[in-house]
């Protein structure tokens, strides 16, 4: 089973750069689809990025691809979100995800994701 913590949140301005990190202590993380969600402030959880555990392909949120880039090391078992031009928009709770093993598909709903970790926090001040 999947355990995940994310650190690399913070205060940050416009334009600036964070990297957020994920650690998996479960047992099947190169198996595993790895995603990361967001949660704006009085908003619904969003789907940011995930990279697949067959081909470490990458899929990304609408208008996020560019600006994040998602990226795994399964040796050590960590999930990376590079975000890059920050914006306000950009402040959440940013959470990793984890899918079953051997997932199929492209996931990109919460629905697809039984394992999460606590969150991390990012603000981006103007």
């Known amino acids: 089973q999947a355990q995940l913590v994310e650190s690399g949140g913070g205060s940050v301005q416009t334009g600036g750069s964070l990297r957020l990190s994920c650690v998996d202590s479960?047992?099947?993380?190169?198996?595993?689809?790895m995603g990361w969600f967001r949660r704006p402030p009085g908003k619904p959880r969003e789907f940011v990025a995930a990279?697949?555990?067959?081909?470490?392909?990458?899929i990304y949120g609408e208008s996020l691809k560019g600006r994040f880039t998602v990226s795994r090391d399964n040796a050590k078992r960590v999930v990376y979100l590079q975000m890059n031009s920050l914006k306000p928009e950009d402040t959440a709770d940013y959470y990793c995800?984890?899918?079953?093993?051997?997932?199929?598909?492209?996931?990109?709903?919460?629905?697809?994701?039984?394992?999460w970790g606590p969150g991390t926090q990012v603000t981006v001040s103007s």
């Open positions: 990279v697949m555990w067959a081909d470490d392909s990458t």
């Open positions: 995800a984890a899918t079953v093993p051997c997932a199929r598909g492209v996931p990109s709903r919460t629905n697809d994701y039984p394992y």
């Open positions: 479960g047992r099947s993380f190169d198996a595993q689809t």
